[in-house]
């Protein structure tokens, strides 16, 4: 829907503007007319117009995009190339076909392009207990065992054959070996009566291998303990949501991000615009959409958008629901340089283009951000790891049974072999009953 917008003058400007974080947001009324605009865009736009002397006014539409969404949906760049408005508010990426029609501006704001991801389920800790070693630690751990009680069986055998003059309790007591190795793998200690060099020197070199094992175990469970274990995140870097076949990139078709993709003709953003090329369904009408594609299961979607508008977004789901459900991944892309356009051969490029410089020189421009950037916390907070002061003592931490769940099982299994071994064993000695019974 327009407004009646009066003829253009020397000294008034028609305006449109597109919605985005912190750059602009319409408020409407009930009946959904335009009440006002709020944001950086707005506060440079009244600052460039008291500094040249101008007035302007704005024209509404149905438009929600700058590009033509088909023949009876028409963007705002369309508006501007049939003269029917002046200046474009929008954080537009520059691109050779919209310089084509329109006086693109010096960048105002710069765009780091990051990735909204599923944020990583808590796994249970059920595991703790094995983690302070890695497999072919626990597989050496189990060889140097086996290997233990061979050698002193064998030890035992061979020197009761070649010394049958040495008392046997000399030699190896009535102790079990495999007791032994389980009692001294718990920490519980053990012993052995034998007083012969050989045998003792054997028991020594597994006494002082437990005995660092079970340290280094024991320093290390706590860490464990005490840590949340979180799932790994759905990817690690930029190309793995580009070359991977089983994750999925999303973003708002016709915005900034998707237009970089779809005209890039080589390297990372090439790959991108591919995938959206051969699924078209990858290409959001919405943010919210993207949103939703992102937080359904099975997770596969990764929506690749600017900073700014993903903290927005994950500020107003929290707000929304209650719950944080998404985290953003920063992947060192640069930031691109986004800006404002001008009808073609407009007069007052030269005068914006110097004023927002002056604006950006004076610090106007990263004042007006912070006023107006999303508060993302509690979901995401990038200021997190520089604000903690480090010589700050931490609280101390309890621990839950949410720690300790490893533990619990590790008693629980325990108790269970134990509880089929009675068991076996009272039917072993029932079945030997009744043989010599029968006997």
Known sequence: MK?????????????MAVEFSISVKVHRNSTGHLIRLEGVAPLMLDWL????????SVLDSNATSLEDSGPHLPGLISYAVKGECDVILAVMVHSQDRLKKLELLHPWFYAEIVILLPLPEVLNNVNAVIKPFQPWVWVALGAASTGFIVTLLCLNRYLKSVKQSIQPSDILATESIYMYVVVTLLNQGGYISS????????????CLLTLVL???????LTSYLMVTPYSLPLLNSMEDAAYDPNIFPVLVKNKGVDILFLTADKGLFKAF?????????????????CVQMVTSLPHQHAYIEGLLAL????????????QCKTTIMKVGEASRPTGWALRKRSTYSEKFNRGMLVLRETGLISQWEKQFEANSRPCYDEDQNYRNDKNKKKPLARLSL?????AFAALGTGVLVSFLAFLIELLVARVTKKTFAAI
């Open 3 to 15: 407004t009646d917008v009066t003829p253009l003058q020397k000294d008034h400007l028609v305006v």
């Open 49 to 56: 117009s008291v500094r040249y002397n101008f007035d302007y």
């Open 195 to 206: 007083k012969l060099t050989p045998i003792r020197l054997v028991v020594g070199a597994w």
């Open 214 to 220: 079970l340290n280094v175990y024991n320093g290390v």
């Open 273 to 289: 615009g591919d995938k959206l090329r051969t699924n078209p369904k990858l290409r959001c009408n919405s943010s919210r959409q």
């Open 311 to 322: 903290k927005e977004i994950i500020k107003d789901e929290y707000n929304r629901t209650g």
């Open 402 to 406: 949410a720690n300790l769940t490893g």
